[in-house]
């Protein structure tokens, strides 16, 4: 069980990490232009675009708005089949939930450090 997990999360990382490249090379960007844009060296965005690594929440929002995306499609293989219409707008609802509350997570645990100033 514990294998497959592992398998699962290195194929997340590495369809990931495609397309990631993909949509760099859509924009006609290098990747040094691109780290330059997220803030990141191009040694650790060519290692996100391997799959060797994954993004934090901050640099996967970034990556979504320098793209002009939903984030969802950044976890889709392009070999994949096509999904219908109504089964993709749940996903993406779900993403843009999580990444709803994971935001005001973070600003929660911020406003708390503050108040403890």
Same mark, same amino acid.
């Given at each position: 069980m514990l294998h497959t997990f592992f398998m699962?999360? /290195? #194929?997340?990382?590495?369809?990931?990490? %495609?397309n990631v490249k993909y949509y760099r090379k859509q924009m006609g960007l290098s990747q040094? !232009?691109?780290?330059?844009?997220?803030?990141?060296?191009?040694n650790h965005l060519s290692v996100i675009e391997t799959g060797g690594k994954f993004v934090t929440y901050?640099?996967?929002?970034?990556?979504? @708005?320098?793209? #002009? /995306?939903?984030?969802?499609?950044?976890?889709?293989s392009q070999n994949a089949h096509t999904i219908d219409g109504s089964v993709q707008n749940k996903i993406n609802? /779900?993403? @843009?939930? %999580?990444?709803? #509350?994971? !935001?005001?997570?973070?600003?929660?645990?911020i406003e708390e450090l503050y108040r403890k100033q």
């Open positions: 699962c999360e /290195i #194929n997340i990382r590495k369809i990931f990490g %495609e040094e !232009q691109l780290s330059e844009i997220l803030e990141i060296s191009p901050k640099l996967l929002e970034k990556m979504i @708005d320098v793209f #002009n /995306i939903a984030p969802s499609l950044l976890f889709y609802s /779900i993403i @843009d939930k %999580e990444l709803e #509350n994971a !935001q005001s997570s973070i600003h929660e645990k």
